[in-house]
């Protein structure tokens, strides 16, 4: 058996008791959460600010009226904040109490949720007037609007085709007591085309969906020149077609690189007056133009007339018309119907041949006269119309489509003095 010395025993009995001890300690230190190993710090830290602030006062020459800053951490924010009133601590320097701050006085503003007053506002101040409006470019025709017109623009530079499609007209205004309108266009691009296309005529509305394409050849270099006009009207199977209004789009500021739709306003153009007077109402005539090119043979029938003039209170006339070609102001050929006795609404249906060369068809312009046959003395003309390739309105349009149309086209046309 092992002997054990007294000194071994003490030894083996006091290991485990020490552990105990450092055990129970470190416990202690632990549920403490380190207060006070921190207070221990803070005691030596005290320690040596109390002597750099007391190295630092006997060093500084003191000043009257002199304030002396309370000292800082590393952050720049004091370590202690005195509470005014309270007596400073030892070795504690305390800065002089500054005046209370008085706020500016500030005119209330008044809540949302506050009662208005009525007698606050300023009826003549800016605010409350509407702001003005942009200003309106002037437009290209004058009258008051009859509506509007959607159609596109596109412009192929390697066929120099431009292609004007109609896609619809709204707020028409109607011409006649029906309340609505049968109407169709007119589509030209001048000067470059003098020749007019038509559309479709619609039936019975004010609001025309027309889906139809217009193909014009126009050189790209000349294309800037150009303008386009659109001219609607209303159709009248027993009359004249009522004119509703234009639209016009000159093409110098438009860029046509790629497709372009516009909106624009439907007017009326001005009606041109005589001098000093009015034209007087002389009536209407009707009558129809064909050309066929393989026998070089314009054709020219008269249908009827209308509203002719009174010779006298008692007395109609006895018309009959007169059909004359004219080229650089010359006379070249003549023919005419025949009579007819005592009647303001004269029906001829009469057809009267010209033989015209495709080459000379564009140079020539036909003079229609209505004229009263007198028997006794010299024959009077009660009205007339011109018609060729430099009229205007009604008169080019049917010269146009007589050049692009295989048909005969007729139309009702006012008589002039």
């Not at 009248?236 to 438009?254: A, E």
């Not at 008692?314 to 009647?343: C, E």
């Amino acid at each position: 058996m092992f002997r054990l010395t007294a000194v071994e025993l003490i030894l083996l009995c006091a290991v485990p008791f020490i552990a105990v001890i450092t055990t129970l300690l470190i416990l202690c230190i632990c549920c403490d959460n380190g207060k006070w190993f921190r207070g221990f710090r803070l005691q030596s830290k005290e320690f040596k600010n109390d002597n750099i602030t007391h190295s630092l006062a006997q060093a500084t020459p003191k000043k009257k009226n002199d304030l002396t800053i309370l000292d800082t951490n590393r952050a720049g924010l004091p370590d202690a904040f005195v509470i005014p009133g309270t007596p400073p601590a030892h070795g504690e320097v305390v800065a002089c109490p500054q005046p209370p701050i008085t706020p500016r006085p500030m005119d209330r503003q008044h809540s949302m949720s506050s009662k208005l007053d009525p007698s606050t506002f300023d009826p003549s101040s800016d605010m409350y007037k509407p702001p003005p409006e942009p200003p309106r470019k002037k437009s290209l025709v004058e009258g008051p609007s009859l509506g509007i017109l959607n159609f596109e623009l596109k412009y192929s530079p390697d066929m120099n085709l431009l292609t004007i499609r109609l896609i619809e007209a709204r707020n028409l205004q109607p011409q006649d007591f029906s309340g609505t309108a049968d109407p169709y266009c007119k589509v030209t691009v001048l000067p470059n085309c003098p020749k007019t296309m038509q559309s479709k005529v619609l039936r019975k509305t004010l609001n025309p969906q027309f889906k139809e394409s217009f193909v014009f050849e126009i050189p790209e270099f000349d294309l800037h020149r150009q303008t386009v006009k659109i001219q609607l009207y209303d159709f009248d199977q027993f009359s004249r077609d009522d004119y509703i209004g234009d639209v016009i789009l000159p093409l110098d500021n438009v860029d046509l690189s790629d497709k372009l739709e516009v909106w624009k306003e439907i007017k009326k153009l001005k009606e041109k007056k005589m001098k000093n007077t009015e034209i007087p109402n002389l009536g209407d005539i009707m009558f129809s133009l064909s050309y066929l090119e393989t026998a070089e043979r314009l054709n020219v029938v008269i249908l009827k007339a209308r509203n002719l003039r009174q010779l006298s209170e008692k007395k109609d006339p006895d018309p009959y018309v007169k059909v004359s070609v004219f080229h650089n102001g010359k006379r070249l050929k003549k023919k005419k119907t025949t009579s007819k006795h005592g009647v303001l609404q004269p029906v001829f249906n009469e057809a009267l041949v010209f033989n015209v060369s495709n080459h000379f068809l564009k140079y020539l312009k036909l003079e229609v006269s209505v004229i009263h046959d007198n028997r006794v003395g010299q024959n009077e003309v009660l009205g007339k119309v011109v018609v060729g390739p430099d009229s205007h309105g009604e008169e080019l349009a049917h010269w146009n489509d007589m050049i692009t149309s295989s048909k005969a086209v007729a139309r009702w046309h006012r008589l002039f003095p």
